[in-house]
């Protein structure tokens, strides 16, 4: 049959009409008979000893369904990479905002001045606030050294290239916290009994990191607990792990009080209570030729977890393996460290400890290039990686990967050339400031190392009497076009219409795990699990004479209603096979960190503001390749979204710390960049198949805030001649640098 392309086509998004209409159902839209509100009363103290709990202010406690950790039913952990976080604090706590007692009662209003009355007696500790208190472990809050995760990557041989190097450039960067404030706020509705097992409703990314952490919490069988995604507001890593606590803790009032029970935070809870971007401080050292070559890169890269471990382990992983970028070097050691700290737990978001390593390299090699006397630009042109050289971890790059072809791209469409020296010139008479930088990256897509291997994923893929056919997998959609692009990749592998494909919604009592909705995997690893799903459906009909090629869209639905009228349900399923040519040494740290990167120049073009000191971004240039584009419009939504986050981590999204706690925990303090702090940020991609992404897809959804803030800071030194080495450039710190070069 002749088939429309469907992958390629910016087709309408599947949930679209129904998020437009009203018609798609939030976690808040949900109410069931006799249903409770609950909510969480948290530590005011960084680190001590629960001393005691009293219920006063007149409250008719005995309306109340009380829980504290006494009242758990199975462990007390939240079950992801390490059991060290507890879902009720038991005895100590270890942050402000932990969880220690939960409430319900059908009166919300009722239920707000009660958690006011519950009074928590804690004796305070010694708490650590900084990374340089925790690696100091002057005072030890975790394990035996404050150390959540410690690892080292080496290549070649560092020690012996110092002495034979024309420049050593050192410096030391940092990055704050990020709140990733998607629109919708944290929230589940959960049901639980004995004998029915538990099922919770929620905003979330990853229904089975859920149900991983709900089986310990009850003790109850794998088939005992279902966890099923409501429409979700947005995510960005903020839904990723933190989902689980809150599911715990609805289900454990369900459990106790027999009745359903709604936990929906509110903005300021949900920002002071929830994980953000991990905070760090990376230290370069680096040995160059007078040529311009790199020769050795010495790198120390520090990440704040928080309290607990969460999933800082593989965000340091990730930042770890990125610290280094697109580079060619011979002779690299990278030494990097979460630690604990007495603050709420940090976690991940969007970029996943890319964007903070990124961000030092790229503001480093701006200050490299410069002691050799190079441009930015050329310094790059000499290092960049390759096809058949390595990176960090030895990695051989077999993609066909062309950065000088991308930067050459992005010059030309941002007038980068001409822009420098029309700048130079101009900003002598001038009184606002304007420059232009830009910043080369990288992001691996899909798991690290093993991690996918591990993972195993499986997706379905389900055929009807009808002809339609249904897509089984645990992959969520939050906003950025899942249910899209799968449907456009099962439409495509089975000569369908686009129209034809259903997206069965996540739950795990319905839909295989596909594995969480993170790390630039969903396009990339599991749509090549539905592209081989659909494909082994077809096959199926193929095999058993019930289709021939070239078969009409009429034959496939008479084919379906034959065979499922003569042997049952037509399904196929596909398992994650990991690439031949892939292989990971854990633990060594070397290999194959990923199957396939993305790769990008993006340039930024600033004003800054002599008066007010304030930063405005006029121009945005992103130049990628992605692989196979999937979905124009989505793609470049993706990148347009990223961009901006990007621009409210460099300029913006500083979040203020007292004592581990948040204080600027709502949107009139936490300032973020709106509409009118946008510029026009223009899209292009460079399109080179991957030949184990479906159609030819990589990831694409972290790799833009990578390389936003850097291209942007980049850019205001080239204003104003003052490097920044620390996020976010707050006009204050624009007013004292500037002033201090006027002194």
Known sequence: ?????????????????????????????????????????????????????????????????????????GRNYVALILADQPFLADGVVNHPEEPVVLLAHPDKYLLEEARRQVRLEIEPLPAVFTLEDSLSRKEVVWGEDNLLKSIQVEKG??????????????????????????????????????????????????????????????????????????????????????????????????????????????????????????????????????????????????????????LSAVVLSRGTIHAAGPYVCPNIRIRSHAVATNAPPHGAFRGFGAPQSTFALERHLNKVARAVGLSPEEFRRRNFLRAGRTTATGQ??????????????????SDYRAKIERFARENKSNRNQKGIGFASFMHGAGFTGGGETQLASVVGVEATAEGRVRVLAASTEIGQGTNTILAQIAAEALGLDYEQIEIAPPDTGAVPNSGPTVASRTCMIVGKLVESAALGLKQTLLGKGFLREGYSRADFTRACGDYIKKFGPLK?????????????????????????YAWAVYVAEVTVDSRTYEVCVDDFVAVQEVGQVVHPVLAAGQIEGGVAQGIGFALYENVVWQEGRMVNNQMTNYIMPTAADTPPIRVFFEEVPYGYGPGGAKGIGELPLDGTAPAIVNAIENAIGIGFDHLPVLPEALLEALEASRA
């Open 1 to 73: 049959m002749m088939q429309t392309r469907v992958v390629g086509r910016s087709v309408p998004r599947k949930e679209g009409r129904d998020k437009v209409t009203g018609r798609a159902r939030y976690i808040d839209d949900f109410t069931f008979p006799g249903m409770l509100y609950g909510a969480t009363v948290r530590s005011p103290c960084a680190r001590g000893r629960i001393r005691g709990i009293s219920f006063e202010g007149g409250i008719p406690w005995n309306e109340f369904t009380v829980v504290t950790a006494k009242d758990i039913p």
């Open 157 to 310: 041989n560092v020690d012996d290239v110092w002495a034979g190097a024309d420049f050593i450039i050192e410096g030391e960067y940092r990055t704050g916290a990020q709140e990733q404030l998607y629109i919708e706020n944290n929230g589940m509705v959960a049901i639980a009994t004995p004998e029915e097992g538990v099922t919770v409703w929620g905003s979330l990314q990853c229904p089975y990191y859920v149900h991983k952490a709900l089986v310990p919490l009850f003790g109850l069988p794998e088939n005992k607990v279902r966890v099923i995604q409501a429409a979700t507001g947005g995510g960005f890593g903020g839904k990723e792990e933190y989902p689980s606590m809150i599911a715990g803790h609805a289900a454990l009032l369900a459990w106790k009080s027999g009745k359903p029970v709604k936990i929906i935070y509110d903005r300021a809870e949900d920002m002071a209570a929830t994980t953000k971007r991990h905070p760090s401080r990376t230290r370069h050292r680096t040995a160059v030729s007078k040529e311009g070559k790199l020769l050795g890169m010495e790198i120390d890269f520090v990440i704040d977890g928080g309290a607990y471990a969460t």
């Open 396 to 413: 051989v790059i077999r993609e066909q990967v062309d950065m000088n072809r991308l930067m050459e791209r992005a010059f030309e469409l």
């Open 572 to 596: 196929s399923f596909s398992q994650y096979q990991t690439p031949p040519e892939i292989h990971w040494d854990e633990e060594n740290y070397r290999g194959d960190a990923y199957s396939a």
